[in-house]
């Protein structure tokens, strides 16, 4: 049973920046697929961005592409989630997941929130205007 604490949300203004961590419990950054997700007030969990446990490929949603960036240190067994410019519409909970999965598929499959089993607890991050 793999978990995941999230931390390092926050109030930004926006334009400015916020890295977001993941801990997780076991050797598992480095030999799962790590991901964040987000969800804000009355809307639909959303893809933020992945990054692939096999060659360490990066995927992100198109709305954080060129600003937000995953990162993982295997030693420490985290994930970070580096978002810069930050715009109001950033704010949500972030939620990081983890998917056990060797099996490499299209790139669809890894913005499902069904396709990862671990979830983090989630972090808030507010961006004011």
């Known amino acids: 049973q793999v978990q995941l604490v999230d931390s390092g949300g926050g109030l930004a203004q926006a334009g400015g920046s916020l890295r977001l961590s993941c801990a997780a419990s076991?050797?598992?950054?480095?030999?799962?697929?790590m991901g964040w997700f987000r969800q804000a007030p009355g809307k639909d969990r959303e893809f933020v961005g992945t990054?692939?446990?096999?060659?360490?490929?990066?995927l992100y949603a198109d709305s954080v592409k060129g600003r937000f960036s995953i990162s993982r240190d295997n030693a420490k067994n985290t994930v970070y989630l580096q978002m810069n410019s930050l715009k109001p519409e950033d704010a949500a909970v972030y939620y990081c997941?983890?998917?056990?999965?060797?099996?490499?598929?299209?790139?669809?499959?890894?913005?499902?929130?069904?396709?990862?089993?671990?979830w983090g607890q989630g972090t808030q991050v507010t961006v004011s205007s």
């Open positions: 990054i692939k446990w096999s060659s360490s490929t990066t």
């Open positions: 076991e050797d598992s950054v480095s030999n799962y697929n």
């Open positions: 997941v983890a998917d056990p999965t060797k099996i490499s598929y299209s790139d669809i499959y890894y913005t499902r929130s069904s396709s990862y089993y671990y």
